[in-house]
């Protein structure tokens, strides 16, 4: 295997019920240090595809590699090291304050019984500084904002001292300031510190300005994989979002910039 192929999905076929497969003989690889984007329609099977490949849900058929090795075999508290997983929005049932949250993040590292080190403490407070949180420190996260409640959890996330950041639409209930914060926080630590980040996003021009490579899913299969500029031609997002758009260059990035258009104009 090349050692720069994190994660390989080998003709994976997975899904919820034995009966109802949402991805189909789906196949990619993710590479060290990269920061890949899973984008498609509603129902197209983005979430289901990032819960297999991050190991929470167990492929129907075919098989999940992390480091050459099969997912299912590694350990889970060595997975929980290297894997940190953050979702659309986390609800808690108790009430815990920011800062024993994030400090959650520290938990595969601690031994039965164990009492978190400085050395935890140390971590789990320079991961509030990154995502500046430290200010609500001592608050209740459910009494948080939404924004601030996912800077918690992405706080958490980095606590862990993950290899593999894994999010879920971490930015789809947020306003564009939050939205704009997280991402960059994001790029700047797969830059930094070389963590590789795989994300589901909606916003097909937040994907086009972050990711370096975009996967786009539709009705359980990968249509198209590649950078940002192979993948979101009008072409290709016509025919798999059914909706006419207007493609060109955003003038300062370069980037693919994405337009809807009325068709009633």
Not at 31 to 60: D, H, V
Not at 145 to 159: F, N, Y
Not at 160 to 186: A, Y
Request: glycine share 6%.
């Amino acid at each position: 295997m090349n050692v720069s192929n994190l994660v390989i999905a080998d003709n994976v076929t997975c899904g919820y019920h034995h009966n109802q497969q949402i991805l189909k003989d789906v196949s990619f690889k993710v590479k060290e240090g990269e920061f890949l984007g899973i984008i498609g329609p509603n129902g197209s099977g983005k979430s289901t595809l990032l819960r297999a490949a991050s190991g929470c849900l167990k492929p129907a058929f075919g098989s999940v590699l992390y480091k050459g090795s099969n997912l299912y075999d590694i350990p889970h508290h060595q997975i929980a090291k290297d894997f940190a997983f953050v979702a659309q929005d986390t609800v808690f049932s108790f009430s815990f304050t920011a800062w024993e949250v994030v400090l959650m993040g520290r938990i595969p590292y601690l031994a039965r019984m164990q009492q978190e080190t400085s050395r935890d403490f140390q971590i789990a407070r320079e991961s509030m500084q990154l995502t500046d949180t430290l200010q609500f420190l001592n608050r209740q996260v459910n009494e948080l904002s939404a924004g601030e409640r996912q800077m918690t959890i992405i706080a958490k996330a980095l606590a862990q001292d993950p290899k593999v950041l894994f999010l879920d639409e971490p930015t789809s209930h947020l306003d564009i300031g939050h939205q704009v914060q997280i991402l960059n926080l994001l790029n700047e630590l797969n830059r930094k510190k070389n963590i590789t980040v795989i994300i589901v996003l909606h916003d097909l021009n937040l994907a086009s300005e972050f990711c370096n490579r975009v996967l786009l899913v539709d009705n359980g299969y990968i249509f198209k994989a590649g950078s940002p500029e192979e993948v979101l031609t009008y072409q290709n997002i016509e025919e798999v979002y059914k909706t006419l758009v207007w493609v060109n260059k955003n003038p300062i990035s370069g980037h693919p910039h994405i337009l809807l258009i009325n068709k009633r104009n």
